[in-house]
């Protein structure tokens, strides 16, 4: 079950190869805390407002640094025009190469201007339905994304009830500019609002804590959809013998 199917990362992958300006430039996403970095070539440094409103709408992410994109095109600063001589002074020969100084990199063009310019402010509709949903008392605390296709949203995650999933579609709807919602992404599972409550103060992880009754099996299945995936938290809490944990333990559940 989402999310814990995915990492932040990874969720935040899939969120910038949406994007037909960003899906074929391989970048690299790390994640820590919420805090997520992305890096790699693009082609001008005005990808890296895009980049940042597009991660900004994948649930849990509380920053975004983009410093680690490198541009291919700047846009070239206006050059100042040369200073004058002092009167009796030689003139300079300004007709002599400029040695060593490398040609300005050439900037976007118009075209590649306007179609990055139609992304941001869409990405920034996506933002505004992502900012909704977590200003509503009922959504708040459920896991879950938005990701947007030209004027569409796209919702993914997992709320606790039919009811709930109708209310994230009609806040979505609600937005200035939106021009249709896509639900189909969007889970039913009862009890996900209270699966993802408890928080690791320090990492970030989802904390569970062992009831009566509880195997590593069965909790595994909660969060997954998948009993065999206990091991991946076995591991993740340093346990070694995975039938033996106790009531009132607290595991941390990996993405």
């Known amino acids: 079950m989402w999310p814990f199917g995915k990492s932040t990362a990874d969720r935040v992958k899939d969120a910038l190869n949406a994007q037909p300006q960003l899906k074929d430039l391989g ?137 709930e999933q109708r209310l994230a579609e009609q806040l979505a709807r609600a937005v200035q500019g939106v021009a249709s919602v896509d639900v189909s992404g969007l889970k039913v599972a009862a009890g996900a609002k209270e699966l993802t409550k408890e928080k690791d103060e320090d990492s970030g992880d989802t904390v569970y804590t062992v009831q009566n009754g509880d195997t590593l099996g069965a909790i595994a299945q909660k969060y997954y959809g998948n009993a065999a995936e206990y091991k991946k938290i076995a591991h993740y809490n340093n346990i070694s013998n995975p039938d033996l944990i106790k009531v009132g333990q607290k595991l941390r559940i990996p993405s």
């Not at 709408?57 to 206006?78: M, Q, R």
């Not at 310019?117 to 909704?132: L, M, P, Q, T």
């Not at 509503?136 to 459920?142: A, Y």
């Open 27 to 163: 970048l690299q996403v790390t994640e820590n805390r919420g805090n997520v970095t992305v890096s790699g070539m693009v082609p001008n440094d005005r990808y890296g407002r895009l980049v940042s409103v597009v991660a900004e709408g994948i649930n849990g992410v509380k920053s975004v640094d983009v410093s680690g994109l490198v541009a291919e095109e700047t846009t070239p600063v206006a050059a100042s025009a040369p200073a004058q001589p002092a009167p009796g002074a030689p003139t300079p020969n300004i007709s002599a190469p400029n040695i060593g100084t490398p040609a300005p990199k050439k900037a976007a063009s118009p075209s590649i201007e306007a179609e990055l310019k139609e992304a941001e402010d869409n990405s920034k509709i996506a933002k505004a339905v992502h900012s909704a949903l977590k200003n509503n008392g009922e959504l708040k605390d459920d896991p879950i994304d938005v990701l947007q296709s030209g004027k569409s949203i796209i919702l993914r995650g997992v709320v606790d009830n039919d009811h």
